[in-house]
């Protein structure tokens, strides 16, 4: 109960690599858990909705290869959080494929345990059917049926409590369909009965790896340890520093507010943290509170397609063209939708990006253009890819060709870089469901996969 | 004349959660981050203005005093990475913070 706790974070997201030896550093005391986060909404809805990773297969064995090789041998725990990228079925086999393969190829045998993520359609139509899902926030609309109906891979983030019930009963190796960022951390704290408020709010530190630190990164290691009533931090890389500021400004990361941060069946208060530097380079941290919500709630996520994309990327340098660029982009959009009279225009959709100009901002960007020229991008998405590369087909040649008012460039209004210009994007996704169901039990499934070693 | 840009050490926007933008403010010096908070001018009529939308739709505008920050959290128009979205990380949308005037 007294002893402390020491948690390795190797880096931000599993496949971002970090060095071996900042890693080297942390294991040469003694290390209660090794954890890495392997998921994020950041990149969109596509990883989800689709079933792929986030990293390639082999920068994901790159880093796994690392952790696995130091950390069975020695008997720390080896938690994975969100593998794969969104945590789905397809990610967290995707994950143990390459475990157990690394296992193999270096003769070593793990406890490995699952724990699976995944929500049925008719498990999230009947607690939607019984009230007891509710949209995260006030601009996503409530739940339909035909909204569940249409959503692929339905995950909820998970907290400690599944990984700690793990860890219980043995697991060398832990892989987590969809958690809460900070979970995969906290569960070695509430494993070794430290506070769970403290043991939070590390795993939300470390989860980026040493983004915490100065200068800061997702591609190093980090350490934190957590005591009796407050819990510090450190670089493992004598490049960086953590500092009172890094830590405390780190706090604010990605949340949507700076010290009230909401987790499955609980909210972290942090408002009367205090961060100090006891050690030069160790700040600890104390009075982060875990207070536990009446309504256990854990946030859903799942994808839906939307529809097929297919774009072209081309700069434009005539300067006539440059002056009218919108209205030309408007006059190209008019006599596409001539040209295809027979196709709905509720159908497809045709949209322009002008960087350079308000390709960031769009309409809301207020500085004056005043380049010489800008990267135009333009994009069909429709009902099917036939239809969106058709459409597109026919937007570039028209732009291409377009006469405007003055032109003397008769010859083309395009710059392609590549050839063929126009590119198929496949399917485009949207996230469907972002919500919090109530739950009063844990499902969240452990497996245990008895024999990893072939 | 000295602009929010010019105070500020951190001055950041991101994703939180694909249906909300977050922007961080964060200063090296106590001075400088009171002289922004004691100013009063950050406020979500202002932010409002910046970036074209209604104040219902900022979430969160709070300052905390052991980070040397203010953060200003508002809903998204489009969610994160899907068809009309033009920043699915949301790490681009700081830009119209920085010219803000502090006294």
Redesign the interface.
């Known amino acids: 109960m007294s002893k402390h706790i020491r948690i390795l974070s190797p880096c931000g997201m599993l496949g971002y690599g970090f060095p071996e030896t900042s890693f080297l550093n942390g294991l040469k005391e003694e290390i209660h858990g090794i954890v890495v986060d392997a998921g994020s909404?950041?990149?969109?809805?596509?990883k989800l909705g689709a079933g792929v990773p986030i990293v390639s297969r082999r920068a994901a064995k790159k880093d796994l290869e690392i952790l696995l090789k130091n950390g069975v041998p020695k008997k720390i725990p080896i938690i994975i959080g969100s593998a794969g990228g969104a945590g789905a079925k397809p990610h967290v086999e995707w994950t143990l494929e390459i475990i157990k393969e690394i296992l193999n190829e270096n003769n070593l045998k793990a406890n490995t345990a699952v724990i699976w993520a995944d929500f049925t359609t008719e498990e999230i139509l009947q607690a939607n059917k019984a009230n007891k899902i509710n949209p995260?926030?006030?601009?996503?609309p409530e739940l339909t049926t035909s909204q569940i109906e249409d959503s692929f891979n339905i995950v909820a983030q998970m907290g400690h409590e599944p990984i700690v019930e793990a860890l219980e009963q043995g697991a060398d190796v832990i892989v987590c369909g969809r958690a809460y960022d900070p979970s995969p951390f906290a569960a070695v704290g509430a494993f070794h009965q430290k506070d769970l408020g403290l043991s939070y709010h590390l795993g939300k530190i470390l989860e980026c790896g040493a983004l915490c630190a100065e200068p800061g990164t997702t591609k190093d290691s980090i350490l934190g340890t957590i005591h009796e009533d407050y819990f510090t931090v450190e670089s493992l890389n004598p490049k960086r520093k953590c500092t009172t500021?890094s830590l405390?400004?780190h706090?604010?990361?990605?949340?949507?507010?700076?010290?009230i941060l909401h987790g499955p069946g609980f909210t972290l208060d942090l408002s009367e943290?205090?961060?100090n530097e006891t050690l030069p380079g160790v700040i600890s941290v104390k009075n982060s509170k875990y207070i536990k919500n009446d309504q256990h709630r854990i946030k859903l996520e799942a994808a839906k397609l939307?529809?097929y994309?297919t774009f072209v990327i081309a700069g434009i340098r005539d300067p006539i063209l440059l002056g009218s660029i919108e209205d030309i982009e408007d006059i190209v959009i008019q006599q596409v939708q001539d040209y295809y009279k027979e196709i709905p225009q509720e159908d497809y959709?045709i949209?322009f990006?002008n960087y350079g100009k308000n390709?960031?901002?769009?309409n809301?960007e207020?500085t004056a253009f005043h380049g010489h020229e800008i990267g135009v991008m333009f994009e069909v998405?429709a009902k099917t890819q036939e239809l969106a590369t058709s459409i597109c087909a026919t937007v570039r040649s028209t732009f291409l060709h377009y006469g405007y008012e003055n032109r003397k460039s008769t010859a083309g209004n395009l710059a392609f870089p590549f050839a063929p210009s126009d590119v198929e994007f496949g399917p485009?996704?949207?996230?469907s469901i972002?919500h919090l169901m109530e739950i009063t039990e844990n499902p969240f499934r452990i497996e245990f996969l008895e024999e990893v070693l072939q | 004349m000295t602009t929010l840009f010019e105070l500020a050490k951190v001055l950041r926007s991101k994703n939180s959660g694909p249906f909300e933008i977050t922007l961080d403010v964060l200063f090296n010096s106590k001075e400088n981050y009171f002289r922004v908070k004691d100013a009063g001018i950050i406020t979500k009529s202002l932010i409002a203005d910046l970036y074209h939308i209604s104040e219902q739709q900022i979430h969160h505008l709070v300052f905390f005093d052991q980070a040397l920050g203010f953060k200003i959290t508002f809903a998204r128009e489009t969610s994160s990475g899907t068809v009309g979205d033009r920043d699915v990380y949301g790490a681009q949308q700081h830009a119209p913070l920085m010219n803000i005037i502090i006294k």
């Open positions: 909404t950041d990149a969109g809805p596509h995260l926030s006030s601009n996503i500021i405390a400004a706090t604010f990361y990605e949340k949507e507010h700076p010290y943290c205090e961060f939307v529809a994309r959709q949209n990006y390709g960031v901002l769009g809301k207020t998405i485009v996704y949207e996230f972002y």
